[in-house]
């Protein structure tokens, strides 16, 4: 079975703390995806990778950042968190061409 | 621009019914998901299909291309069918998925 990992499935941080959410796969796919997920507006695309060292905006990337040193390990960092940050984040991975396998999540709270 | 809507966005049935949920999307997708969302937040992804029908167990799931319209049914509902159900369309150019709001199904026992 795929498995896609997060570090935290709860997080609650202050404003202006630097926070780093981390996910691992263990299939050796290709890419790697980080949502936010908000009531209303569904699923969103923050930044996705494609390979190691390589990444890509998506639809919202402002306030975001990432990293992706090693293939199974995609990061999401928020340089100086704020309150509207508060949200559902959630990984994913896949091999090209193939439906996307979700990690369980993290719920960040900015206060 | 590249769109994905689903319907209803809210549905509550009686244990037993067969439900429906319906989708449609804009040009330049090329494959839909169907992905169910529990309550706690994780994500499991059910179908992807980009012709015909696809089924496990009392799930199915149905495409029309012409149309770009897709349904997912689940027979027999069960009060655990309960979740989040979300549409989501796989584009062309790259494996970027553009994702519905989700229709939130409640079956009452």
């Known amino acids: 079975d795929v498995k896609v990992t997060q570090s935290s499935r709860y997080l609650v941080k202050r404003t202006g703390e630097k926070v780093f959410l981390e996910c691992v796969q263990d299939m050796d796919h290709e890419n790697m995806f980080w949502y936010r997920q908000d009531p209303g507006l569904g699923l969103r695309l923050i930044y996705f990778?494609?390979?190691?060292?390589?990444?890509e905006k998506g639809d919202i990337p402002e306030g975001y950042s990432v990293s992706r040193e090693k293939k199974e390990r995609f990061s999401l960092i928020l340089e100086s968190a704020s309150t509207n940050q508060t949200s559902m984040y959630l990984c994913?991975?896949?091999?090209?061409?193939?439906?996307?396998?979700f990690g369980p999540g993290t719920r960040l709270l900015v206060l | 621009k590249n769109e994905v809507e689903q319907s209803p966005q809210n549905l509550t049935a009686q244990e037993g019914e067969f439900i429906t949920i319906n989708c449609s999307y804009s040009?330049?997708?090329?494959?839909l998901h169907w992905l169910q969302q529990h309550p706690g937040g994780g994500i499991v992804s059910l179908f992807m299909l980009s012709s015909g029908k696809k089924k496990h167990g009392r799930l199915i799931a149905t495409i029309n291309i012409q149309e770009k319209h897709s349904s997912l049914h689940i027979t027999a509902s069960h009060p655990r069918d309960s979740a989040v159900y979300i549409c989501a369309g796989g584009m062309n150019r790259d494996d970027k998925i553009i994702f519905g709001k989700g229709t939130r199904l409640h079956i009452l026992p």
């Open positions: 990778s494609y390979d190691v060292k390589m990444k």
């Open positions: 040009v330049g997708i090329s494959a």
């Open positions: 994913a991975s896949s091999p090209p061409g193939v439906t996307q396998y």
